[in-house]
């Protein structure tokens, strides 16, 4: 059976971090960047995300993608947030995921991956959008490591998953998330 596992979550949460570090901005017409010209071309707005997500599950073939809801506490301290999970009978095969990465890179994401996740047929992959980080982990968890995942108070709603999960963040967006 594959797994991901809770070192692979921090690997891709680690590679996420790093990749969302560092400078950069372009300058308009030859000047300096302002601040909101850079913020705008930055920001995607969580429907963006969103949108990004679904073609990039459409074109990794997968079916039946979710946006779960997002804890409203969690939402409150992270608006830029999306979580996106699909279900699947077996884990995931690396082919359909790579597919799916390459359509993000389509849509102006840098994606690496797979990275390693230390878990057998376990597959990672991280990118960003900035301000945007995203991380795309495939395979099986138990309950036990879905509920490492949860905030607590709703750890004892945990089940096992099968699939591809997509959880995307950002310091700011566009535009706020709608419920």
Do not use: N
């Amino acid at each position: 059976m594959r797994r991901v596992g809770t070192a692979a979550a921090v690997t891709g949460a680690a590679v996420l971090v790093l990749a969302g570090c560092g400078g950069g901005g372009g300058a308009k017409g030859g000047g300096e960047p302002t601040a909101s010209a850079s913020r705008t071309a930055a920001s995607p707005t969580v429907d963006d995300v969103r949108r990004d997500i679904r073609a990039a599950v459409a074109a990794g073939g997968f079916e039946r993608l979710t946006f779960p809801a997002i804890d409203p506490e969690v939402s409150h301290r992270t608006p830029c947030m999306v979580l996106a999970r699909v279900d699947t009978a077996a884990p995931p095969e690396q082919a359909p995921l790579d597919k799916l990465a390459g359509e993000l890179r389509l849509r102006g994401w840098k994606v690496v991956g797979p990275v390693p996740t230390g878990q057998l047929h376990g597959f990672d992959y991280a990118g960003d959008k900035r301000p945007w980080i995203l991380d795309v982990s495939a395979g099986s968890l138990s309950k036990e490591q879905m509920a490492a995942r949860m905030p607590p108070g709703k750890k004892d709603r945990a089940q096992s998953f099968t699939g591809v999960m997509i959880d995307a963040v950002a310091r700011e967006c566009g535009a706020p998330a709608r419920p």
